[in-house]
């Protein structure tokens, strides 16, 4: 049977997470096997006999994000008349370069100005983990946990604030280990009103080591 014929769930994905997309295991052990071959290896090695199923199930993980809608963290909220900042700073995730399939990670930092609705603070750090889960460029990750947050909960101001290292620019290419690539998306209040934009940007930033 051709490899590619056989779509079974992934158990990573599959059991962790209904919602999860299926991934074609034994089409990426065969991928990864060509792979190997194609850069000289013996894909039949002893040491190797097993790394296209580690590998898969490796790829099932990092990127089980993928037909996954990171918005269901949000539908669960609480109503509350508060109307000050609520901030989660250091989110920690991985994600995985969609230029050269290399992982990049870091800390995301979420702030938002509730217009009645608030979250539960893990449900951000959840919104955070599925954005991440799938073929990234930085850039779009951080506008796209802003606009999540812009469209389900309605908010008055979400500033999202993303600081990563990547490694296809540490150990590829111009190799410069200990770069980091920040990027920010304001929406509302932090867009418009600068004292808000400081304001967040100072608790983001402030009192640190």
């Known amino acids: 049977m051709n ?13 962790e997470n209904p ?5 074609d295991l034994p089409r990426l052990e065969h991928a990864v096997r060509e792979i190997l071959a194609a850069v000289g290896e013996d894909p039949q090695r002893e040491g190797l006999l097993e790394t296209p199923a580690r590998v898969a199930r490796m790829y099932a993980e990092l990127l089980g994000g993928l037909q996954i809608d990171p918005s269901r963290h949000l539908k669960k909220f609480f109503t509350e008349k508060y109307d000050e900042m609520v901030l989660v700073r250091d989110i920690t995730f991985n994600s995985m370069c969609e230029h050269h399939l290399l992982p990049f990670y870091g800390k995301a930092h979420i702030g938002y100005i509730p217009n009645g609705k608030v979250v539960g603070l893990s449900k951000l750090a959840r919104l955070v ?30 500033a999202v604030v993303i600081e990563a290292s990547h490694s296809c620019m540490s ?7 200990g770069s980091a690539c920040v990027t920010s998306a304001m929406k509302g209040l932090f867009r418009t009103n600068l ?3 400081s304001e967040v940007m100072t608790l983001i930033y402030g009192n640190r080591d």
């Open 3 to 15: 490899p590619t014929d056989q779509q079974p769930t992934s158990p990573e994905c599959g059991a």
């Open 129 to 158: 983990e599925d954005v991440s889960k799938r073929p990234q460029v930085q850039e779009r990750m951080t506008e796209q946990i802003a606009n999540f947050l812009d469209e389900e909960l309605q908010v008055k101001g979400v």
């Open 171 to 177: 150990i590829r290419g111009v190799r410069k280990p």
């Open 19 to 23: 919602a999860a997309p299926q991934v």
């Open 195 to 197: 004292s808000s934009r």
